[in-house]
């Protein structure tokens, strides 16, 4: 079963850009799942971010596109998350998931790294 | 947007009793609905996805109905770990939405 885990910065600036990795278990990450990030926050809950594939392709939620940008690593087993312009709102923990298979049901995340807490301030 | 609504946002429980949650849907879904359990700085663990298919792992005294609009998470015989905040979140739209959470605790 995959293992994920989460690292970066635990304090970004407004304005600025967080930028988080996740490391998958070797030969997870090229297998046929799709990988997420989903954030969760005092004042906005769960929200999902954007998923991507190991081809590079991605789908973002509406409410991030343009500020988010997702990709892959596949020599280093490992997710990234770039996110723009971050304002205090974006704070909160950032978890890295796996994508499911649902049987034709959407996406549904099966398998959650520990997360990583992000503080935007000054 | 779809905005997902559960009630209730909290609710007291005894060890043993049987327990339901509700997920509204502010659209048709389907069953595109999935409903996760969280405890205390953990993340989240799947418990149910399209509506009803009991995720591998999860215990069997979780069930999940429902279609459309309007979804229900049935716990049976509520055990000391299942004391935790459920979530539901569609699967339907290209935002991913989730409910905002129903704490369940112990009477």
């Known amino acids: 079963q995959a293992l994920l885990q989460e690292s970066g910065p635990g304090l970004v600036k407004p304005s600025g850009t967080l930028s988080l990795t996740c490391n998958v278990s070797s030969g997870s990450i090229t297998s046929s799942h799709w990988w997420s990030w989903v954030r969760q926050s005092p004042g906005k809950g769960l929200e999902w971010v954007g998923r991507?594939?190991?081809?590079?392709?991605?789908k973002y939620s509406p409410s991030f596109t343009g500020r988010v940008s997702l990709s892959v690593d596949k020599s280093r087993d490992q997710l990234s998350l770039e996110l723009m312009s971050v304002t205090a709102a974006d704070t909160g923990v950032y978890y890295c998931?796996?994508?499911?298979?649902?049987?034709?049901?959407?996406?549904?995340?099966?398998?959650w790294g520990q997360g990583t807490m992000v503080t935007v301030s000054s | 947007d779809i905005q997902m609504t559960q009630s209730p946002s909290s609710l007291s429980a005894s060890v043993g009793q049987r327990v339901t949650i509700t997920c509204r849907a502010s659209?048709?879904?389907?069953?595109?609905l999935n409903w996760y359990q969280q405890k205390p700085g953990k993340a989240p663990r799947l418990l149910i996805y399209?509506?009803?298919t009991l995720h591998s792992g999860a215990p069997s005294r979780f069930s999940g109905s429902g279609s459309g609009t309007d979804f229900t998470l049935t716990i049976t015989s509520l055990q000391p770990e299942d004391f935790a905040t459920y979530f539901c979140?569609?699967?339907?739209?290209?935002?991913?939405?989730f409910g905002q959470g129903t704490k369940l605790e112990i009477k």
């Open positions: 979140q569609e699967s339907y739209s290209s935002s991913h939405n």
């Open positions: 998931v796996r994508v499911g298979f649902t049987s034709g049901w959407g996406d549904a995340f099966d398998i």
């Open positions: 399209g509506a009803s």
């Open positions: 991507v594939f190991h081809s590079g392709v991605t």
């Open positions: 659209q048709s879904i389907t069953q595109y």
